[in-house]
């Protein structure tokens, strides 16, 4: 019993060995468990700090390039609107002049009378004129409250070069501060993509190691600023400058951002719809300022139709556009997109000589609405070439139409007569310019062959001299002619009908035009003041634009896109762990946990510094020739390091990405 008694004390305590045994080894198992998740947490942390530098620094570039491409822009806006808003005082002004001169003019001639003419007709024409005489009261409320606008506005403050008017203020300041842009575009990305880096890395004692490198194959970008005469087709056309532009790569914002298109289609298919007239139009009017009536014979609906083909246009044409919609929406009876328009264009070409089709020369107006008085200065023009001199000479015009001749029975009768188109209108003479409702100022620039008008005498129109025109009265004038060929036409109450052959037979519709003298246009020599007096656009300190040094960044090479536009990241992290750490820490190329992150900056719009479209994306790590590739980046990083990256953090980069190379076509094609 005793030796038993013995042998069991021996035995006594091999539990609590195997005990601390399993808790040892349990111990290492959670250790070695807890430091591969700290890990791995940390490798995530660093592949996060990765993307995030490397998304920072491409961002950063993306932006700058943006804000380049949005001031160039801008800078070609405030051109186009220097023009345009340098000739709204004028315009308006002449907007003014006219509705003042025409209703006082108008008023006049009705309380005189019209006079003569078929005596059915008299009331309706009366009623006509007396229709366009309301609307000229309305046209002149109208202008007045931008001319009174105009009159207390120091434009020249805004638009003039000599005047250090704030729209050249703000050209420079755009102008310095895409050269500031540029100039400062390497730094500001790296430190854009260090911050952004360093801000998802948790910063714990013992990490002060940590670093974010942020590498660009080379720098800075390949950006020339370039000189203000490149700021003309864009402003004027919409494209590019020369040395940029193509239909592929190269189109421009004003094309692919803004979609600035005159469209051209054609339609096919659809079904006719028969209108209140049709006819062959075979009778003209005789007088230079007359028009037949409009056919509308019917119209086509349904079908399909193809845009072919378009033009682009540029900010001139946009600021032009917009007066456009606002005269036709306020102001319909005035001219003021015409006199905005030919105006700008004579200060455009101030600037840039040839730059639109015409004008160098137009004027203020000064209607003179007395016959005698215009008809004076156009003859006195004519004999001396001494100013002044008539531009332009308006009418009021009403057209009538009827069914039956004057001295027909039923002639004048209700529902047989009716005026053409419905409305009165304003029509306005000058030589080879031909009759427009509303149209252009006469530009004899138009016509180098005869700058005096040497075959004629200016813009007067004196219907005394024109064929088939009878004199009603006073500054009052008729012409009488007939279509003989309308097939239908049921606003006289003439309805389609065929014969015993099933064949069209035409009818002879009766057209009676009044003119009334509305005055004329003189010019005394004023021209357009000009916003560019003084200004060089050949000197190198005027405005200009920046974009790619030509042939440096070809949209469709690889190697020069990985060159500048692609951005490696690396980040180092602590890899110290509670236990054990040479277990984690040993065998590797370099200290630390690395992650590398590669991104890239691209514009699917148009390859320029014109078109704010460019875009930061993160992408797999790749080389000059888009392949799996960390040599090359090794390469690229054996320079001298970028600014604000220290000397060790890019060797201990490069032994990293050399060491781990040949590993590459497997890491980083997943």
Same mark, same amino acid.
């Given at each position: 019993m005793f030796l038993r008694g013995q042998h069991a004390e021996r035995r006594r305590g091999v539990v609590i060995i195997l005990a601390l045994l399993g808790l040892i080894l349990m111990t290492s198992l959670v250790l070695f468990t807890l430091?591969?998740?700290?890990?791995?947490?940390?490798?995530?942390?660093?592949?996060? *700090? *990765?993307?995030?530098?490397?998304?920072?620094?491409a961002t950063w570039t993306a932006r700058s390039m943006n804000q380049v491409a949005m001031n160039n822009i801008d800078m070609a806006q405030s051109i186009a609107l220097i023009n345009v808003l340098d000739a709204m005082p004028q315009a308006v002004a002449n907007v003014y002049n006219e509705a003042k001169a025409f209703r006082d003019r108008l008023e006049q001639q009705l309380q005189t009378g019209l006079g003569g003419g078929p005596g059915a007709l008299n009331g309706p024409v009366t009623e006509q004129y007396q229709l366009l005489l309301d609307q000229l009261e309305e046209t002149y409320q109208q202008a007045k409250p931008p001319y009174d606008m105009f009159v207390n506005i120091d434009t020249d403050a805004i638009t003039h070069y000599n005047r250090d008017g704030a729209l050249w203020k703000k050209m420079r300041a755009e102008d310095e501060l895409n050269q500031a842009l540029v100039e400062g575009l390497r730094l500001r990305m790296i430190e854009g993509g260090?911050?952004?880096?360093? *801000?998802?890395?948790?910063?714990?004692?013992?990490?002060e190691d940590n670093a974010v490198v942020i590498l660009p194959v080379d720098a800075p970008l390949p950006i020339e600023r370039g000189k203000f005469n490149d700021f003309r087709r864009p402003t004027v056309n919409g494209l590019l400058p020369d040395t940029l532009a193509d239909d592929v790569a190269h189109r421009g914002p004003f094309d692919t951002?803004?979609?600035?298109?005159?469209? &051209?289609?054609?339609?096919?298919?659809?079904?006719?719809?028969?209108?209140?007239? &049709?006819? &062959?139009?075979?009778g003209q009017p005789t007088s230079p300022i007359g028009r037949r009536a409009i056919d509308s014979g019917g119209t086509v609906t349904g079908g399909s139709t193809i845009v072919n083909r378009y033009s682009v246009y540029g900010p001139r044409d946009d600021y032009l556009d917009r007066v456009r919609s606002f005269n036709t929406a306020y102001m319909p009876l005035t001219r003021l997109y015409n006199w905005v328009h030919d105006i700008s264009e004579i200060k455009l070409n101030k600037l840039w000589p040839n730059a639109t089709r015409y004008y160098n020369d137009t004027h203020n107006v000064d209607w003179i609405t007395d016959y005698e008085q215009a008809k004076q200065i156009a003859y006195a023009w004519k004999a001396t070439h001494h100013l002044p001199r008539v531009l332009q000479t308006a009418f009021f015009v009403v057209e009538i139409k009827s069914k039956f001749k004057d001295g027909e029975a039923g002639f004048g009768t209700p529902g047989s007569f009716t005026p053409v188109l419905g409305t009165p209108r304003i029509a306005f003479y000058a030589p080879f310019n031909g009759p427009q409702a509303h149209g252009y100022s006469y530009r004899p620039d138009r016509y180098p062959d005869d700058p005096d008008m040497t075959r004629g005498v200016g813009g007067w129109g004196d219907p005394d001299t024109w064929t088939g025109l009878q004199r009603l009265a006073s500054y009052v004038?008729?012409?009488?002619?007939v279509d003989p060929a309308v097939l239908w036409d049921l606003s006289v109450g003439i309805p389609p009908e065929t014969d015993s052959a099933g064949q069209s037979v035409p009818h002879t519709v009766y057209h009676y035009d009044y003119y009334i003298f509305a005055g004329a246009n003189t010019a005394w020599g004023e021209t357009p003041s000009n916003p560019f007096d003084g200004f060089d656009p050949n000197s190198p300190t005027a405005p200009a634009p920046m974009d790619f040094t030509p042939g440096s960044l070809a949209y469709d090479d690889p190697a020069q896109r990985w060159r500048y536009l692609h951005f490696l990241a690396a980040v180092r992290a602590s890899d110290d762990v509670p236990g054990w750490p040479s277990r984690f820490s040993g065998g590797r190329p370099a200290v630390g946990l690395y992650a590398v992150a590669?991104?890239?900056?691209?514009?699917?719009?148009?390859?320029?510094?014109?078109t704010p479209m460019w875009r930061a994306q993160l992408t797999l790590v790749r080389g000059p020739d888009n392949q799996p590739d960390l040599a090359a980046w090794a390469s690229a990083a054996s320079g001298s390091p970028p600014p604000g990256i220290s000397a060790r953090d890019i060797a201990d980069l490069v032994t990293y990405l050399q060491n781990v190379s040949p590993l590459a076509p497997v890491m980083l094609s997943h």
């Open positions: 430091n591969l998740g700290t890990q791995v947490d940390r490798r995530v942390e660093a592949q996060t *700090a *990765a993307d995030a530098a490397a998304q920072g620094a260090i911050e952004a880096g360093q *801000a998802a890395i948790a910063q714990r004692d013992g990490d951002v803004f979609g600035w298109r005159h469209l &051209s289609s054609e339609t096919t298919g659809g079904e006719y719809t028969p209108g209140d007239s &049709s006819g &062959s139009g075979t004038w008729m012409e009488e002619w590669q991104a890239k900056v691209f514009n699917n719009h148009s390859w320029d510094l014109w």
